[in-house]
């Protein structure tokens, strides 16, 4: 594992149902992050395909096999320039269609996720929900964990991939425009209860008449802010961060007087309230 680890996020605008255009963007972007660099480059939700479609039908050309033509391309760059990258795309598998982050290193696909709470907005009112809890993957760069957008409002998502190892979670997002609170105070405190790393990498622009968010950020696990894009512009952001930092969960502040540990001093025998479902 390395001492520092830098990352890029490159906050765009895709276009909708141009993943030629998107994928050679996400190449282009790749490169220019590399030759600042980075060994992690992070592009947002959807990033290969655009996210407002009216209905399945209308994504389903646009969607693809993982492994399948853009994860190769983009492959292919990661093992030139010798980079991680986690890029969001439409994801068909038989019958089943996912919003999915997929991680790929220098030696080809690591993982994907597929996003498991769906709000009802853009192409997640029509796929299915992931089926499984996110796994933390082991990398040169750490262990890296991943969730999307919506997930980041239930805590118990980072708060699992914590609890596997992750020491830096990121998160491929299409924030609409108005959520300013996500950005302001969420994801910082994502990373702090948790003691994480965290990257939340948004897109700009208006599709469809749906504006977004923008301010992609990259957070250290004490929860201050490293790096911050504005609200409106295409735009890369850069930060080092030291995993071994997220590994830490025990802090003194003052020997014996005050001290924290967020895993040791959790109760877990009493949250089960958190998994009961609501008729």
Request: some cysteine; charged content about 25%.
């Amino acid at each position: 594992m390395r001492d520092k680890v830098k990352i890029a996020g490159v906050q765009m605008n895709p276009g909708i149902e141009k993943v030629s255009q998107n994928l050679e963007k996400i190449l282009l972007e790749t490169r220019k992050a590399a030759s600042h660099g980075a060994d992690l480059i992070v592009f947002p939700e959807c990033a290969l395909t655009g996210y407002m479609f009216t209905s399945r039908e209308e994504a389903a050309p646009f969607m693809e096999t993982i492994p399948g033509p853009s994860t190769e391309r983009l492959a292919e760059s990661c093992r030139e320039l010798g980079v991680h990258m986690v890029v969001g795309l439409l994801e068909r598998a038989g019958d089943r269609c996912y919003n999915v982050a997929v991680l790929i290193g220098p030696d080809g696909i690591i993982g994907n996720y597929r996003k498991n709470h769906l709000p009802c907005l853009g192409i997640d009112r029509y796929l299915d929900a992931g089926e499984e809890v996110s796994r933390v993957h082991q990398t040169p760069l750490g262990n890296i964990g991943v969730n999307i957008c919506y997930d980041c409002l239930f805590p118990e998502s980072t708060r699992t991939l914590a609890l596997q190892g992750a020491d830096i979670v990121v998160l491929p997002t299409n924030w609409p425009a108005g959520r300013d609170k996500l950005a302001r105070y969420v994801v910082n405190t994502r990373a702090l209860e948790n003691r994480v790393h965290f990257v939340a990498v948004d897109r700009v622009g208006v599709e469809r008449g749906a504006g977004f968010l923008g301010h992609s950020k990259i957070i250290s696990a004490l929860g201050d802010t490293l790096a911050e894009a504005g609200g409106d512009t295409e735009e890369t952001i850069y930060a080092e961060v030291d995993p071994a930092e997220a590994r830490q969960k025990h802090v003194v502040f003052k020997p014996g007087e005050f001290e924290i540990d967020l895993i040791r001093h959790r109760r877990p025998e009493l949250y089960g309230e958190i998994t009961k479902k609501i008729a």
